[in-house]
């Protein structure tokens, strides 16, 4: 009994090995498959944890990524990468600038899907900034008495 405990500790603890790469001046540590840390020297400037078992973290490749969207989970379609360190690649916005970014998506959907939110993250390989694009949509099966602004 103590053996095969053993061996399950071993399997699960190598299935999600921490695995860290290094993009322009940016640390990226991808801890499992929900779950990524990105840092500027010993700066925290990013991260993903997602515990919800509805909640999926995907690599962007680019700024407009495409997929489709069934009963609140993502099919990628283009543009998204399951997220693995060696999926995660820099890329320029548009062909004017210099800067190069890294992109995590994020899609977080409640458990009955009628709720969601889905988040681009832009983050400069250089300094550690980010941008956020959000959509969100809520499903109100029998409205609401409040004002909805």
């Known amino acids: 009994m103590k053996h095969l405990l053993l061996i399950l500790i071993f399997v699960s603890s190598s299935i999600f090995a921490q695995s860290t790469v290094n993009i322009g001046n940016l640390s990226v540590t991808v801890i499992d498959r929900n779950q990524v840390e990105v840092y500027l020297a010993e700066d925290h400037k990013f991260s993903v944890d997602c515990w919800n078992i509805r909640c999926q973290v995907f690599v962007a490749t680019t700024k407009d990524p495409e997929y489709s969207l069934s009963d609140g989970t993502i099919t990628p379609i283009s543009g998204l990468l399951p997220l693995k360190i060696e999926n995660i690649q820099s890329f320029k916005t548009n062909d ?25 993250f832009l983050i400069n390989t250089k300094d550690g900034s980010y941008s956020r694009f959000t959509e969100e949509y809520d499903w109100m099966r029998y409205g609401s008495p409040d004002a909805v602004n």
Do not use: G, H, M, P
């Open 96 to 120: 004017y600038y210099e800067d190069t970014y890294i992109a995590f998506f994020v899609s977080n959907a409640s458990a009955s899907s009628t709720s969601l939110r889905q988040s681009l």
